[in-house]
Structures are given as structure tokens and as C-alpha cells.
């Protein structure tokens, strides 16, 4: 009984991992007051795991950039990610999910 229940955990934990799938979001952070905040942010959201950011709109006057980022959803959330910025001062939140889930 013992192996029975070892084999079912094992193969519930590998087919997990098969449901994981890169996703797409926007995040915006904001209070960017100088030419360095943007990078600033930008390193603070490539911190998390797995994250990548595929484009970034920045927008001078509003003092905000948008991240278009691609990330594992077995690995983080669009909501951590978009409280790696808090770090440094910058507030970040989630706009969308791109991915459809």
C-alpha cells in the first residue's frame, strides 16, 4: 500500500509541473521621478524568478512604465511581481492578463 501511495504522489507531482505554462501580464509601477527609475524598476521586476520583460512603455509625464512580462506560473504571481518594486519605493500593480487564464 505503502508503494501504491508513493507512485500516486509522485505522479500527481510530475503531471503539475506539465500544467505550468509561461503567461503574459502588464504590470505598471509609478512615482518614477528620475531618468534612473525606470531601470530601477526594470531590475527590481527581473529579480523575481523567471520573469522576462518582453517590451516597457514609459511615459515621462505620468511618471510610469508599463512592463509587458512574461513569466512561470508554477514559479510566481503577477502580484509578486508587481511588489518587487515596493523595494526600492516604487508601486507597482497588475493591469491585465493577457493570457487568457
Known amino acids: 500500500m505503502n508503494k501504491l501511495w ?13 500544467w505550468s505554462a509561461q503567461q ?8 518614477l521621478y ?4 525606470p531601470y530601477i524598476a526594470a ?3 527581473k529579480t523575481i524568478e523567471s520573469v522576462e520583460i518582453i517590451e516597457a512603455d514609459y511615459d515621462k509625464d505620468a ?7 512574461s513569466y512561470d506560473d ?3 504571481t503577477p502580484e509578486a511581481i508587481a511588489e518587487a518594486p515596493m523595494q526600492y519605493g516604487y508601486p507597482g500593480r497588475v493591469l ?3 493570457s487568457g487564464s
Do not use: R
Open 24 to 31: 503574459q501580464t502588464s504590470i505598471e509601477v509609478s512615482e
Open 6 to 18: 508513493t507512485t500516486l504522489i509522485a505522479g500527481l507531482l510530475s503531471t503539475s509541473a506539465a
Open 96 to 98: 491585465d492578463d493577457t
Open 43 to 45: 531590475d527590481a521586476v
Open 63 to 69: 511618471e510610469t512604465i508599463v512592463f509587458l512580462i
Open 34 to 37: 528620475c531618468p534612473s527609475c
Open 74 to 76: 508554477a514559479i510566481t
